[in-house]
């Protein structure tokens, strides 16, 4: 489930921002023997030669560098943060194949050269997600990462597939965004066979926009490498990382990996990261911890009637919500805004907080008899053509991740089972998380096998920061990575469920997560902490 809230398939985890084409480009340069020759026989298994292929990219990049300069006027990334690329192999079994340029984006750091300790890599997570807006965490003198930006410069990057980095895309974004959408719970059969053929028409749309050669390489291991490369294109022996949501699902991969090359890590907000959970497994829980945090907002809507008017108890909002999404069913709000919309604006209130009031806001006026403000705030604007290339490309990104990186089970029959028992009691996201995933029972090129994520030799104290109601990933998601990398610490958040625990006010675990990137220091122990500041109307 990704978090952009693209007006269409519901979905869930990571921002995307304006996109410029990227190309592919056909590189030829020649590679280092780095070990080409010494490991000849492991090179007949296709990891194996990706590892070598990513240490022959890694060794050009090294050398290359990064020719910085201002980013162009339309990326809307003002100075002083600079702009440039780092060419990557589509293929890292192919490393002299053809090359996809990777956008990356970095300030330098505000302290003294002295206090600078290199760069801090950021992935917000996704799949499909831009990390390009990091930098501006520095310009908008985010108060929270002042004390990091004094030691380390903030690099973001747009991942294979995403943004300016070679984009992908499964249909026409103006499509894609198009309202309204089938009821993703359905009424019938009919309605499931309906469902049905949208999943299996957009895999193979997915096919012939962005081709098999490309979407076969659209996996998290393959992202590992990149992050590798851009790790030595920076010049940096070792890569300081933070990584948010589906962004920690990449630095334990990386960690797995290139356990070597780790220097700092921290995962906030922690994708479940072994075997049996990458990815159906992983979108079912999210079902149920949905529910969960839909109803503590509920919960928070009802403490705060006198400001919602939407009911004094959980059950009264609840029954306000169904009246909404039974009228938008009927007859679509303004025309454009049916259950699909509604979820796709809704469901960001029991992901972040910070949704918290405008949500209930909208709610409020909607139900005083102010239509508007749902329609302008559920609804898609199509005039808004760059931003709706950026939906359906971080839906395709979501999508091509997810279904390559692991098999899916091809039987609708397991489908239909698992969502109509999950449905009836967490009825919240279930269908609609069902439909986005779909594609995945019909995907076109070959699906892989994850990693096994464990601790690996020179792997050093990992620092995990997890809110214990976080709806997207939930709970467990830390404490199962928190058992695989060994050393490693687990910040808890309790009775707090927002998505993305590090940029938020926390006394507890701010100064944790400082004195970790700047001394590299951990608590004995793990730690627990009491919630942020819940939010006010």
Not at 307 to 321: I, Y
Not at 402 to 409: F, G, I, L, V, Y
Request: hydrophobic content about 40%; some cysteine.
């Amino acid at each position: 489930m990704r978090e952009t809230r693209p007006k269409w398939r519901t979905t869930a985890l990571g921002s995307a921002g304006v996109l410029i084409t990227a190309t592919l480009i056909s590189g030829a340069v020649a590679a280092p023997a780095s070990g080409a020759n010494t490991q000849a026989g492991a090179s007949r298994h296709g990891q194996d030669r990706a590892s070598i292929g990513a240490a022959i990219a890694a060794a050009r990049a090294a050398k290359a560098g990064i020719d910085w300069a201002d980013c162009p006027a339309d990326w809307g990334i003002a100075k002083p943060v600079q702009c440039g690329w780092v060419s990557v192999p589509l293929d890292y079994t192919k490393p002299n194949g053809k090359q996809i340029k990777l956008a990356v984006d970095h300030i330098g750091n505000t302290g003294t050269t002295a206090e600078r300790q290199g760069a801090l890599v950021y992935n917000p997570g996704g799949p499909g997600g831009s990390g390009m807006r990091f930098p501006l965490r520095v310009t908008t003198k985010n108060p929270i990462w002042a004390n990091a930006a004094k030691a380390y410069d903030f690099v973001g990057f747009d991942p294979r597939g995403v943004g300016h980095s070679a984009p992908i895309s499964c249909m026409d974004p103006q499509e894609f965004v198009k309202a309204p959408k089938m009821d993703p719970v359905p009424d019938s059969e009919a309605d499931k066979r309906a469902q049905r053929k949208l999943a299996r028409e957009y895999a193979e749309g997915c096919a012939e926009r962005t081709g098999k050669a490309m979407l076969a390489q659209m996996t998290t291991p393959n992202t590992v490498r990149d992050l590798d490369v851009i790790r030595a294109a920076l010049g940096e022996k070792k890569l300081n990382y933070l990584g948010v949501s589906y962004g920690t699902y990449i630095g334990a991969v990386y960690g797995t990996m290139y356990p070597g090359h780790v220097r700092r890590m921290v995962v906030d907000s922690v994708v479940n990261p072994s075997r049996q959970k990458i990815w159906y497994e992983a979108n079912l829980d999210q079902d149920i911890a949905f529910e969960g945090r839909w109803k503590d907002w509920e919960d928070w809507v009802a403490a705060n009637d006198a400001a919602f008017h939407l009911g004094t108890t959980r059950a009264a909002v609840e029954a306000k919500w169904l009246e909404l999404r039974a009228t938008a069913k009927k007859n679509p709000i303004g025309g454009v805004v049916g259950p699909a919309e509604l979820i796709g604006f809704f469901q960001s209130a029991p992901y972040y907080d910070s949704s918290w009031v405008p949500v209930a806001t909208v709610f409020s006026k909607y139900v005083a008899g102010d239509t508007q403000a749902l329609v302008d705030a559920a609804a898609p604007d199509l005039s808004d053509t760059a931003g709706n290339i950026s939906s359906e490309n971080g839906n395709a990104v979501y999508t091509a991740v997810e279904c390559t990186d692991a098999k899916w089970p091809t039987s609708w029959t397991k489908w239909d089972q698992d969502n109509t028992a999950l449905n009836k009691k967490y009825p919240f996201m279930t269908w609609a998380n069902a439909w986005l995933n779909l594609p995945c029972a019909t995907w076109p090129v070959k699906q892989q096998t994850p990693v096994e994520v464990r601790t690996g030799k020179g792997l050093p104290g990992v620092l995990i920061v997890q809110s214990e109601r976080d709806a997207a990933t939930p709970y467990e998601g830390g404490v199962e990575l928190h058992k695989r990398f060994k050393g490693s610490r687990l910040i808890t958040e309790k009775d707090a469920g927002s998505h993305g625990v590090t940029g938020l006010v926390n006394p507890c675990i701010n100064p944790r997560v400082d004195a970790y990137l700047l001394t590299g220091k951990l608590d004995k122990a793990d730690v627990t902490c009491t919630p942020h500041a819940t939010p006010k109307p």
